[in-house]
């Protein structure tokens, strides 16, 4: 075996550099397995979700709406609502709907529900939720939470109950509570469904 013990050439450590990015390159590509294009997912054994037939999934994943939570400001939450109004008037809507004094949407009108369903469609991924409404859709202790929820509010005065028909939503049993007591809604929302 020969030993190198005199200074190695000038070119020497660029063509080590350069064997060593090519044997790497090589590792890499020999590891990830085919990259032909005809190949599909499944035959290169990449998970994928696939319906009970066992077809892949062909439906985007829905999208995140936005979230409005106990600590959300009163501006910000107007400026979501106002985007998901200013897409439903963008998908025609508009003439069916009105304006505040400012120029900002105050809501439908009523004239075309059918226009109104296909608009409300369009702009589902816009359209802001609460807490508890996320928490109904995706969390399994919602019912403990919201019970907990109501509980809080309760204790503080306001009378109110779960909507039957929407869950995360509440009713008022006598009308909308004073302002010196709405406060509670949202100090109750942060203590039941934020995670401490």
Request: glycine share 8%; net charge neutral; proline share 6%.
């Amino acid at each position: 075996m020969r030993t190198f013990t005199g200074s190695r050439p000038a070119h020497f450590g660029r063509c080590l550099t350069t064997v060593t990015a090519l044997a790497s390159l090589a590792l890499i590509t020999a590891c990830s397995g085919e990259s032909g294009s005809a190949k599909s997912a499944e035959d290169k054994g990449v998970a994928s979700v696939t319906e009970p037939s066992g077809k892949s999934s062909q439906a985007p994943a829905q999208a995140e709406r936005p979230l409005i939570r106990p600590d959300t400001t009163e501006e910000e939450e107007t400026r979501l609502g106002q985007l998901y109004q200013e897409c439903q008037a963008q998908h025609g809507l508009a003439k069916y709907m009105i304006k505040n004094e400012d120029g900002t949407w105050k809501g439908y009108k009523g004239g075309n529900d059918e226009l109104w369903e296909k608009a409300k469609k369009a702009c589902a991924s816009k359209e802001p939720e609460t807490l508890p409404q996320r928490a109904a859709r995706e969390d399994p202790e919602f019912q403990d939470k919201n019970e907990k929820w109501l509980k809080c509010m309760r204790s503080h005065g306001l009378k109110v109950s779960a909507a039957a028909d929407n869950p995360g939503m509440i009713a008022f049993d006598d009308g909308l509570p004073p302002d010196s007591q709405m406060k509670w809604i949202k100090k109750c929302e942060a203590d039941a469904f934020v995670a401490k």
